[in-house]
């Protein structure tokens, strides 16, 4: 598995002094070094807790750093558009609020559908309608209107939903500015620290990481992705974890041309391919098959069948893209949960316990307003945003 993230420009931050003997106490400890934990940690800290993050290898390495890099609201389900508008005034605001560029570019998401799907166009006409209450503003697009304004689109798209105010961000750099800004604001960060078992006694969980040392809070957030299932288990509770690998490739660079991002709204797994051009003209791509994972080993291998397949259904979607070369392909380790819904907000069984995992190739755009609403939720015991939908309840009768 490639691991494109920003650990050899950005040197791992130094352990804090402590005595292996010793736990280290915070207020709020957090397990996982992703978008969503970093965020949480950076937030936990602008009202005022302390904080201890744990990464078992380098902040944003895992999902957070391979994904696709797509900042989009359209195509969620609607209950999940406050917290996706929470996460995107953060988005319009990064440069300011973690000082460095996390290459956020606001130029459009496009939904496009199949001539042989018009039952997708419609759908997508009726979700444009209900979006509205969420103040997510849709374009239609079809026939010389959407040739006009995107003539590279191949002949088989029928129509399109275009989100002018989304846009698409750098996951190799969004997770590790996060973690930086946090580390500037108190926060401790241990990365290549591993956690191997949690566990409460009396007011305290305890954290104890593979190299012996302990870490201790009254307050435990678990946003370990792939991994959190081990965390959850041990306190008594269920979740049907999997993992799946994203295929993502990039091919060489070609003019700047291509504005938002763009991905096929397809009930297909084939055919649901995406791309975005980035400002250097390369393109990204990613959807369709995905590969499989090893957690375990950390690992992920990318399957040459799904890349090929991959392309295919690219050139389907732009034609002329069958004239370019890919220069490199990668993987990651992604959580999924049956109902692709994330468990994110309290445990259903132990007081001071959190969660914010399996999010289901979705995360990427929503993760800083995670962070916001779990640190709100975390400091204050409420937040506006409605967590009803994600509860870890849902799950208790899998068992």
Request: charged share 15%; glycine share 10%.
């Amino acid at each position: 598995m490639t691991a494109p993230i920003l650990a050899s420009a950005t040197p791992a931050p130094a352990l804090s002094a402590q005595s292996l003997s010793a736990p280290s106490l915070s207020d709020v400890l957090i397990i996982g070094g992703g978008i969503m934990g970093s965020a949480a940690a950076f937030f936990l800290r602008q009202r005022g807790l302390s904080v201890t993050l744990l990464e078992s290898d380098l902040v944003g390495r895992q999902a957070s750093g391979t994904n696709f890099g797509n900042v989009r609201r359209q195509g969620r389900p609607l209950y999940q558009l406050p917290l996706a508008n929470r996460a995107m005034a953060i988005w319009r605001n990064t440069p300011a609020l973690l000082g460095t560029d996390v290459e956020y570019l606001q130029r459009g998401h496009m939904r496009v559908c199949y001539r042989d799907r018009p039952d997708t166009a419609a759908s997508m006409e009726a979700y444009a309608a209900d979006a509205a209450r969420f103040d997510l503003d849709l374009e239609m697009l079809s026939g010389n209107a959407l040739r006009a304004r995107f003539p590279f689109l191949g002949p088989e798209v029928l129509a399109a939903s275009l989100s002018a105010q989304d846009g698409h961000a750098n996951p190799r750099l969004a997770g590790p500015a996060f973690a930086r800004a946090a580390q500037r604001r108190g926060a401790i960060i241990h990365e290549n620290c591993r956690a191997i078992h949690a566990g409460k006694s009396g007011d305290d969980f305890t954290v104890t990481a593979a190299d012996g040392r302990e870490f201790r809070a009254p307050t435990l957030l678990i946003t370990a992705g792939a991994w959190a299932k081990q965390f959850v288990e041990g306190f008594g509770e269920t979740v049907p974890l999997t993992s799946r690998g994203p295929n993502m490739c990039v091919t060489e660079p070609l003019p700047y041309a291509i504005g938002p991002s763009v991905g096929v709204a397809t009930p297909e797994t084939l055919e649901s391919v995406y791309f975005r051009q980035v400002a250097r003209g390369n393109l990204v791509i990613g959807g369709s098959l995905q590969n499989q994972t090893f957690p375990d080993a950390y690992r992920v291998y990318v399957k040459p069948d799904n890349t090929l397949g991959q392309w295919q259904q690219m050139q389907r979607l732009i034609p002329a893209v069958a004239r370019l070369n890919i220069i490199r392909t990668w993987s990651g380790i992604e959580s999924y949960l049956p109902d692709s819904q994330p468990v994110m907000g309290p445990s259903g069984s132990v007081s001071g316990l959190f969660y914010a995992f399996g999010f289901s190739g979705a995360g990427f755009q929503v993760g800083p307003g995670v962070g916001e609403t779990m640190a709100e939720l975390i400091a204050t015991g409420r937040t506006d945003i409605d967590l009803s939908h994600y509860a870890i309840g849902r799950f208790a009768d899998v068992r």
